[in-house]
């Protein structure tokens, strides 16, 4: 099992700025993933992150928007930049194949 | 990517068993059947998964058609802490690499009630 922390846990940000969000692994993993939750709405995988190289985004999601970091096996940042409303979500980052465990989410409200 | 079908919300009283089904008519045969839940205000929890053969594991049993066109998964005694979303997912290949990665659909919101 892999147990994964998640910071901040909630945030509310004012329209055009950015936050970043933070996961950490108790364990090396070679890919993270970040999805985001809409309110209401399933989980969409925004991007996978590897270790040592950029990270490989997912249909209507740009880097420019959500860059990512990767400097190590433990630890990954999503950023969401310029936001607006509609980037209201919970932000879940997870790690595994076989069995995927997820953080607890940041939940993001954008005013 | 293979597709689930899920219904939206179902019942079950405490105590009893919930089963919950899921069709997955076009997996294709390297795929695996996946089940996850998530729980109000926390991120989803692996449960099972399989590929042909049924499985079970503290949680619950997942029970797979021969022909692997559906499966159900099997709370065997439903508790009021069961009450989540459950997604049954097929595993589809990352296109980043030989990692899978989990696509979501709507899943099931399961009640359970008193």
């Known amino acids: 099992s892999a147990v994964i922390s998640q910071k901040p846990s909630r945030d509310i940000c004012q329209r055009g700025t950015s936050l970043t969000i933070q996961c950490q692994v108790d364990?090396?993993?070679?890919?993270m993933f970040w999805y985001r939750q809409q309110p209401g709405q399933s989980l969409t995988l925004i991007a996978t992150a590897n270790q040592g190289s950029e990270a490989t985004y997912e249909s209507g999601f740009v880097i420019d928007k959500f860059p990512i970091s990767r400097p190590n096996l433990t630890f990954s940042t999503l950023t969401v930049s310029n936001m607006s409303p509609e980037d209201s979500s919970i932000y879940l980052c997870s790690v595994g194949a076989t069995e995927a465990f997820f953080g607890q989410g940041t939940r993001l409200t954008v005013v | 990517d293979a597709k689930t079908t899920q219904p939206p919300s179902m019942d079950c009283a405490e105590g009893r068993a919930a089963n919950l089904p899921c069709n997955h008519s076009t997996i294709s045969g390297n795929e695996y059947v996946y089940w996850y839940r998530q729980i109000h205000s926390q991120g989803p929890q692996y449960i099972i998964h399989g590929l042909k053969n049924n499985e079970t594991n503290e949680m619950a049993s997942l029970i797979i058609t021969e022909d692997r066109k559906s499966s159900t998964l099997i709370l065997p005694h439903a508790t009021l802490r069961d009450t989540a979303v459950y997604y049954c997912i097929v595993r589809v290949p990352n296109s980043g690499g030989s990692n899978y990665k989990l696509t979501f659909g709507k899943g099931t919101l399961l009640t359970v009630n008193p």
């Open positions: 364990s090396q993993v070679t890919m």
